[in-house]
């Protein structure tokens, strides 16, 4: 072969590795991008960006024994949830805060809000406060990752930092309503930490159509189970007063 052959068969070699590194480089970047883009909607189905709603919690024994809880609740923005218990009447009157990473409790009588972790649960059982207080998916993770798996969509998350509650999410989107089935919590060392159960699809007016039930166990908790209950999800703008330490013990004057 001539010098000349040599050197043609060398440029179309290189510029087939070239081109082809280009079309797997884009087509990574276009599944980088409609993985986040799913997220970003996965969030907006779930509930809009400011809302009020009503949820009961059920823990539930391994011995069948069972404690309720009802929550009046109101979100403003990606980093603002505060809720407002109304039962049982032991705990009427707390409320419970979080804006971006920090969170807090307040109990009448006491003299000021206390500081809890996200890894904590004011109500006991398998939701910790990070679940209780949950801010958009997106807010605190990153998507990795999204493939097809039959009738669902599988994303793999990833937080965005270290004060988030769970390390990587697997998250199974239903492709119709484009709202989560089942998501496995993971820590930074790849044990599972629980996984959580959505079921029960109801349209809640405005365009809301999404599960009304969610349910939790984990390998950690054996035999335990906590359930939640939605209810009355609808739009709602708060000012930012609602949301500081001073308003807790107001949350309940916000109730129509």
Same mark, same amino acid.
């Given at each position: ?14 510029? &087939?590795?070239? &081109? ?50 009802? &929550? ?147 390998? &950690? ?36």
């Amino acid at each position: 072969m001539n010098s000349f052959k040599k050197q043609l068969l060398y440029f179309v070699t290189a510029s &087939l590795v070239i &081109l082809s590194n280009q079309a797997w480089s884009e087509a990574s970047k276009t599944h980088d991008v409609n993985a986040t883009q799913l997220l970003k909607e996965v969030d907006a189905r779930l509930q809009p960006s400011s809302y009020e709603m009503y949820r009961k919690l059920i823990n539930i024994e391994p011995d069948g024994d069972r404690k309720e809880f009802v &929550l009046y609740t109101v979100k403003k923005g990606k980093e603002n949830v505060v809720a407002l218990f109304l039962d049982p009447a032991s705990e009427r009157g707390r409320s419970s805060l979080r804006v971006g990473d920090n969170m807090w409790l307040y109990i009448p009588n006491v003299g000021k809000p206390l500081r809890i972790t996200s890894l904590q649960s004011v109500v006991g059982g398998v939701f910790n406060n990070s679940d209780i207080l949950q801010l958009d998916y997106s807010t605190e993770y990153n998507a990795q990752n999204v493939t097809e798996e039959g009738e669902q969509l599988l994303l793999s998350l990833k937080a965005k930092n270290r004060s988030v509650a769970y390390d990587q999410l697997k998250m199974w989107v239903d492709k119709t309503h484009k709202t989560p089935i089942k998501i496995e919590a993971y820590s930074a060392s790849g044990m599972l930490i629980k996984t959580l159960h959505y079921s029960k699809i109801k349209d809640f007016g405005n365009g809301y159509i999404r599960p009304a039930m969610l349910e939790t166990d984990s390998p &950690l908790y054996k035999g335990f189970k906590s359930v939640m209950l939605f209810d009355g999800i609808k739009p709602r703008e708060f000012s930012e007063e609602v949301f500081s330490l001073g308003y807790m013990s107001k949350i309940g004057e916000l109730r129509e």
